[in-house]
């Protein structure tokens, strides 16, 4: 304590006094002084007073020595603070970035698959409305088909059959074989020929057919076709 009290440096293993060691050792000076003032008086005042300056001064160092130690340690741990709120923040701000990151994936996943099952179901009722209208045109032409083979038929059923042709002489009544499967009992005549016809009875097929009913039975009982 002494060379650090006289300004000396300390040796290896030795350790810088701590205030309360200052106080203590003036605490034992002062002991001390008083008890050297008594053997001999008015000899030991500048020992006093320069003992006492030289331990106020180590004080005062020491206490500034603590003081700045506790600034430093005051400032690392606001440093230490700071930058842990730092690390905070930053860590809060990327979790954010993150949350907004997947909110805006997740919201763009679904706008994707809003716009594919619109497709989808945009792409499946056009292809309903063709089908329908397929049907519809198939419907129409079948439709249009049918009044046509309809129309046909009718006009097919206008016209007057085809019949065989037979001679007089086979369709001449009594004695003609033909069987009513074979010709048409009401039109006997219809199944000759027309030269043959105009010669049996006079006159083509289509002015004998002109004839009131009366005058066509008339004449088919002349020549036997009745």
């Known amino acids: 304590y002494q060379r650090r009290v006289h300004g000396g440096t300390l040796k290896e293993g030795e350790r810088a006094p701590t ?10 000076s002062l002991n001390a002084i008083e008890q050297l003032r008594k053997w ?7 020992l006093e007073a320069d003992w006492m ?20 340690a005051e400032k690392a741990k606001a440093e230490e603070e700071g930058k842990k709120r730092a690390e905070l923040d930053a860590a809060e701000a990327k979790k954010r970035a993150e949350e907004e990151a997947a909110k805006a ?3 763009k996943k679904k706008r994707e698959k809003e716009a594919e099952e619109k497709a989808k179901k945009d792409a499946a009722e056009k292809e309903a409305r063709e089908l329908e209208e397929k049907r519809r045109a198939m419907e129409e032409a079948k439709r249009k088909a049918e009044e046509a083979e309809k129309k046909k038929e009718e006009e097919e059923s206008k016209k007057p059959k085809a019949l065989k042709v037979f001679t007089y002489a086979e369709l001449k009544l009594p004695g003609s074989k033909l069987s ?8 006997r005549e219809m199944h000759l020929s027309d030269e043959e016809f105009k010669k049996v009875l006079g006159v083509d097929k289509a002015a004998f057919m002109a004839y009131p009913p009366w005058k066509i039975e008339s004449e088919r009982k002349k020549v036997g076709l009745f």
């Open 19 to 28: 205030k309360e060691d200052i106080d203590y050792v003036k605490d034992l």
């Open 40 to 46: 001999a008086p008015g000899h030991l005042d500048f």
């Open 53 to 72: 300056e030289r331990l106020e001064r180590l004080r005062r160092e020491e206490e500034e020595k603590e003081r700045k130690a506790e600034e430093e």
């Open 105 to 107: 994936d997740a919201e």
């Open 180 to 187: 009513r499967d074979e010709i048409d009992y009401t039109r």
